[in-house]
């Protein structure tokens, strides 16, 4: 089963930063939060990871709170084309754990 | 494209065919997964090969045969299927499993398979 907790649904205006909170309370301090999404009827495609460290790349930011049970992904100027569904995962370190789990994730939709 | 080829993209197939589903990745990469993703449902994993062996099962039923010849290729076999299994099916590869070498796995477009 999926360990995290993500809205359904979310709007953002064109232009504008979309903020999409993830809940993960029972983490343990070998996992890792990774985020993906899925364009329609494509495969999921990579964002950004963490573990307890802020991370910016060309994508997105990942703002990990200091107990590490919640995250946000930011995406500092959303576009049409970032509507997807968008999906956070906890990872084990090492072990047979370590599979991509799926959870129901996020839809963002980014209106004109 | 990501570097994960999937063909075919489509696949309308009868209860009593056989098929096969390819995935081929150039990415150096020594894991490879099969998910399957039906309509409206999260992706679920079915399949999961590390170095050519296969780690893990998740209770995927046996007319669902995976076949992993090398690092680069895998393999769906498909037989006797139910109409219930039409989804999407994805592809993907990464480092090792117990690992987060390379940002995690990269997917392929995944081939949409309709059971008539």
């Known amino acids: 089963d999926a360990k995290t907790t993500q809205p359904p649904s979310m709007d953002c205006a064109e232009g504008r930063a979309a903020n999409l909170p993830c809940n993960h309370s029972t983490i343990s301090g070998n996992e890792y939060v990774y985020w993906y999404r899925q364009i329609h009827s494509q495969g999921p495609q990579y964002i950004i990871h963490g573990l307890k460290n802020n991370e910016t790349n060309e994508m997105a930011s990942l703002i990990i709170t200091e107990d590490r049970k919640s995250s946000t992904l930011i995406l500092p100027h959303a576009t049409l084309r970032d509507t997807a569904v968008y999906y956070c995962?906890?990872?084990?370190?090492?072990?047979?754990?370590?599979?991509?789990?799926f959870g129901k994730g996020t839809k963002l939709s980014v209106k004109p | 494209e990501t570097g994960v080829t999937q063909t075919p993209r489509h696949l309308v197939m009868g209860m009593t065919n056989k098929k096969s589903l390819k995935c081929e990745q150039h990415?150096?990469?020594?894991?490879m997964y099969w998910y399957k993703q039906s309509a409206k449902k999260p992706l679920e994993l079915m399949f999961v090969?590390?170095?050519?062996?296969q780690t893990e099962n998740n209770s995927v039923p046996s007319r669902f045969s995976p076949e992993c010849p090398n690092s680069s290729h895998l393999f769906l076999h498909l037989h006797t299927l139910q109409p219930e299994d039409s989804a999407l099916y994805l592809c993907?590869?990464?480092?090792?499993?117990w690992g987060h070498g390379n940002y995690g796995y990269t997917f392929g477009s995944g081939t949409r398979l309709t059971v008539v």
């Open positions: 990415l150096g990469h020594n894991a």
């Open positions: 090969y590390n170095f050519k062996e």
């Open positions: 995962i906890v990872r084990d370190y090492g072990g047979s754990q370590g599979n991509l789990i």
């Open positions: 993907a590869s990464s480092q090792p499993s």
